[in-house]
């Protein structure tokens, strides 16, 4: 697995996996593994993996890596299933709600066409995925205000 340099928000610079990296409408995106500590089942802490999609402004290659073999996606075109729809199903005190993936994200949600996202995004309870950007894969003006 490919290895690349993150930079955290406060300026640190932590080593990640390099999973994927796709190219979205504003640009170049990576999908990352972070090794950090999470309380384990036993109450200790363990060392887990945090896996995010980032801008490639926070992410740089290590030198003598090998990137050959990192797949690369584009964001598809209108008319292409290229992103899911996951329904998050009525509890009692919460309305039931969807949430809009880039295909691959969710396992088992139901793929869609552009044509299909920004419709579903038009309806109340209705948001992008924020663990793999899903908004930046969309045209700018369909992402509604927030709920």
Do not use: F, K
Not at 7 to 22: I, N, S, V
Not at 74 to 79: A, F, I, K, L, Q
């Amino acid at each position: 697995m490919a290895r690349v340099a993150v930079t955290m928000p406060d300026g640190q610079e932590l080593r990640a996996r390099l999973y994927e990296r796709r190219r979205a409408a504003d640009g170049w995106q990576y999908r990352v593994g972070i090794t950090c500590w999470t309380a384990g089942s036993s109450g200790r802490a363990e060392p887990a993996e945090h896996g995010v999609w980032l801008d490639a402004h926070h992410v740089r290659p290590l030198d003598g890596g090998d990137y050959s073999r990192v797949p690369n996606r584009t964001t598809p075109d209108v008319g292409r299933q290229g992103w899911t729809v996951q329904e998050l199903p009525h509890r009692p005190g919460h309305p039931g709600a969807r949430l809009i993936h880039v295909i691959g994200c969710q396992l088992g949600a139901t793929p869609i066409t552009l044509d299909q996202a920004l419709d579903i995004l038009r309806q109340p309870r209705t948001v992008t995925c924020r663990e793999c950007n899903a908004a930046t894969s969309l045209p700018a003006t369909t992402t509604p205000p927030p709920p």
